[in-house]
């Protein structure tokens, strides 16, 4: 079973994905610059959703690449490149960092901490804006330089099919992964915990974590399969893979729901007012309606829509849920962000939209731009031929 | 001896993607009674013998769910309704604290299920003889090898044609597996007497022994863990405190619970000044007053408080309660008096509660103006 019997030929993308790729990019760069003009701070913490959105889809997607790796799993190989795609993004990750440290006094109130505000003084070390630039800088040179390593290695191997770059990217993977552990964490309280910088959970790092990949993953399998029933990647990929992607969009659905219920149930029990007022600021007015909401959205409308073994393989259900996932980590972010804007009630309006459309159209462009330039199945891979004849 | 019967014709194949393919010609050819043996799940196999989706999945679904309801219902029992403790300020019944009993015990009773029903659909239990077992064949497909069996019971079923066939798909050792006439009937007893006299006996036995070495031989006081705690006991010498006294003094200026103390004892007139009754006259207060009054008081001072004792002179008659000295007293200096007693008169500071006390004096005080009614009363 040599990697050359695999028939791969390479279908350019329909123009019309680019142009809609680049209408939604435009309605949605009008709405955030109008948004910033109308309401900068609201803009600014629209800004942290979609950025954080945005880094969960680039670095999870470089995540799934690496776990491929190390876990020498085969039934991913002929997606493979869709994630390496996607991952991409990190490049572009600075684009909506900057109009955030522009407005960085906006969101983080631990950048002007008042004279009596002890616990902020004392978290100073940690939470002031130098370090925070550093930190940024650190993670996003860590994610760019794996990023730019492991694809570069994948590219090449398309010409030369040479083994050994696989097993390169294995040990890649190795030294990636503890370094993914730690900078998706320090990202996670950085950008999204220390909004409210006088709260704080453990689990934190790994709430994000979960929502990151299962936003990889869903961002991958929408493209997986709009692609494969319209014949993009090999010909003989079976439904198995499909099985496969449901099934860990279902397991990490599962994995968030159990980390977010494990963080709740801890502060719920231990009662301390330093913890509780957190939740307490989510069940004010309408916020009440929208945290029981992300139980429903993020963990109940999945769990029974890709309960059974028949929606796993079903292309449509997979497609329906993976974009309701998607929504979802959407959704969370925002509730985990907009009640530090907010308090009191749900905040909705055309300047929440703007992000969402930037972000989907950035994410077309790129995907198409990266598909233009390579081919969209990993031809040299070895485990490409037994990622084809993948069965349950 | 009792007769054979022929059960299946096996054969063995050494790799998965061989005996797939076999599974896939006993299809194509009609074989319906059949079955593979394999070390480990295969992939594919499912399709391959184009078995339809397992059921076993709602058996999980129903006891999983039955479970769930369960837990929610004892833990509801328990904590909400048959002994509600207060744990935390949280309400009795407080629900995301069951949720993660009420997972474990879903994910529990539907795995137990699961295994118990896949033993009552593959081995019909009580039965659990199947007559693969034991044979050279299950042994080779239960360690590297992979085998497919073809029953007998099958309606194509038909010595030559299986022979034939199971060649043709290129199977190795084909052998015929027979079993005993009385195990095909498939009647096995679990409850035989025989198998229930030696259960008892088995337990007789067990229990006899252990009960025999404990208690008699080793002399050993069953689950007496709580007894031999490391704590200190009441009246205990102590090696911790210099004193060694094991019990402490309570810290200086402590009180008893439902205690205050009495601040003016020797000073009854220092009391008629400070003292000020708290509780206000009422229906209730003059009631509990007559009924305390009547106990403690009238045997010496009389039901009018006159001094006319019903103790026929064993003790000096007391003064009158109604006399100028003590109308003008203030409720205080009563109090005083019940509280240390007077002369001849004890203190009744045990027997009357400080509040029963302030409610003698407002029923003394409503004698008193019984005797001096004035005009504006009247109204």
């Known amino acids: 079973m040599s990697s050359s019997s695999v028939e791969y030929q390479k279908k350019e993308l329909p123009a019309k994905v680019q142009t809609v790729g680049f209408g939604l990019f435009i309605a949605g760069l009008f709405l955030v610059v109008l948004g910033y003009i109308v309401d900068p701070t609201r803009s600014a913490y629209n800004n942290i959703i979609g950025f954080t959105f945005l880094a969960s889809i680039a670095v999870g997607s470089l995540f799934l690449v690496g776990i491929e790796y190390l876990s020498g799993a085969v039934w991913s190989t002929p997606f493979r490149r869709v994630s390496e795609f996607l991952s991409s993004l990190i490049v572009l990750l600075p684009v909506l960092f900057i109009p955030l440290l522009l407005n960085v006094n906006n969101i983080f109130h631990w950048t002007h901490p008042a004279p009596s505000d002890k616990t902020l003084i004392g978290k100073a070390p940690y939470l002031n804006v130098n370090f925070f630039i550093g930190r940024v800088l650190v993670f996003w040179l860590i994610w760019l330089l794996f990023y730019y390593l492991f694809t570069k290695n994948s590219l090449m191997q398309d010409q030369t099919k040479d083994q050994n770059l696989t097993k390169k990217n294995v040990k890649l993977a190795a030294v990636f992964m503890p370094l993914f552990a730690i900078t998706i964490s320090f990202a996670a309280i950085d950008w999204l915990m220390s909004i409210e910088p006088h709260w704080f959970s453990t689990i934190f790092g790994v709430y994000y974590f979960s929502g990151t990949v299962l936003a990889a993953l869903a961002a991958a399998t929408i493209i997986i399969v709009l692609l494969n029933e319209r014949g993009y990647f090999v010909k003989g990929i079976h439904t198995d893979s499909y099985y496969s992607l449901g099934a860990l969009l279902f397991a990490f659905t599962n994995f968030w729901a159990y980390i977010a219920f494990s963080q709740f149930l801890l502060i719920w029990y231990a009662n301390l007012p330093e913890e509780t007022f957190w939740f307490l600021q989510r069940w004010e007015g309408s916020w009440i309606a929208a945290s029981i909401g992300l139980i429903v959205v993020r963990f109940v409308v999945p769990y029974f829509g890709l309960l059974s073994q028949p929606s796993k393989m079903n292309p449509k259900r997979l497609l329906v849920m993976s974009s309701w996932i998607l929504f979802a980590h959407y959704y969370d972010l925002y509730w985990l962000v907009m009640p530090n804007f907010s308090k009191g009630g749900v905040a909705l309006g055309w300047i929440e939209l703007g992000f969402p459309l930037l972000i989907a159209g950035l994410i077309i462009l790129v995907f198409v731009y990266n598909s233009r330039k390579n081919n969209l199945v990993p031809i040299g891979d070895p485990k490409l031929k037994r990622g084809i004849d993948f069965r349950l | ?379």
């Open chain 2, 1 to 379: 001896m009792s007769k054979k019967v022929l059960y299946s014709y096996t054969g063995i194949f050494d790799t998965p993607d061989e005996v797939t393919h076999a599974a896939e010609k006993a299809v194509e050819h009609g074989y319906t009674k059949y079955d593979v043996n394999t070390p480990y799940p295969l992939h594919g196999m499912n399709k391959a013998m184009n078995l339809p989706p397992s059921k076993l999945g709602y058996v999980a679904l129903a006891v999983g769910l039955s479970g769930a309801l369960g837990a929610l219902l004892s833990l509801w029992w328990v904590s909400a309704v048959d002994y509600p403790i207060n744990v935390g300020g949280k309400p009795f019944f407080s629900f995301p604290a069951y949720i993660p009993v009420i997972f474990e015990v879903t994910v529990l009773s539907a795995s137990i299920a699961t295994v118990l029903a896949m033993l009552f659909f593959f081995f019909k239990f009580p039965n659990n003889a199947h007559p693969l077992h034991a044979t050279d064949y299950m042994k080779k497909v239960s360690s590297d090898k992979y085998g497919i069996s073809i029953q007998a019971e099958d309606p194509k079923f038909d010595e030559s044609s299986v022979k034939n066939f199971l060649e043709s798909i290129r199977a190795k050792e084909i052998n015929a597996v027979y079993w005993d006439e009385e195990e095909t009937a498939h009647n096995h007893k679990i409850l035989e007497p025989k198998f229930l006299t030696f259960l008892f006996v088995v337990a007789v036995l067990i229990s006899g022994t252990t009960y025999f070495t404990l208690n008699k031989l080793m002399n050993m006081l069953p689950f007496n863990w709580m007894m031999e705690q490391s704590k200190q006991s009441a009246q205990q010498k102590s090696l911790v405190f210099e004193d060694g006294f094991g019990m402490r003094q309570p810290v200086n200026g402590t009180i008893a619970r439902g205690f205050l103390p009495y601040e003016f004892k020797g000073k009854p007139d220092l009391a008629g000044e400070k003292l000020v009754n708290p509780i206000l006259v009422s229906k209730e207060s003059l009631k509990l007053g007559q009924a305390k009054y009547d106990i403690y008081c009238s045997p010496c001072h009389g039901y009018h408080a006159e001094g006319d004792s019903r103790l026929r002179g064993q003790f000096p008659n007391p003064p009158s309660l109604h006399s100028e000295k003590v109308r003008t007293w203030g409720d205080g200096r009563i109090f005083a008096v019940i509280t240390e007693g007077q002369n001849i008169m004890p203190s009744h500071s045990t027997q009357l509660t400080v509040d029963e006390r302030w409610a003698v004096i407002n029923y003394i005080r409503a004698l008193q103006r019984a005797l001096n009614a004035k005009e504006s009363d009247l109204k």
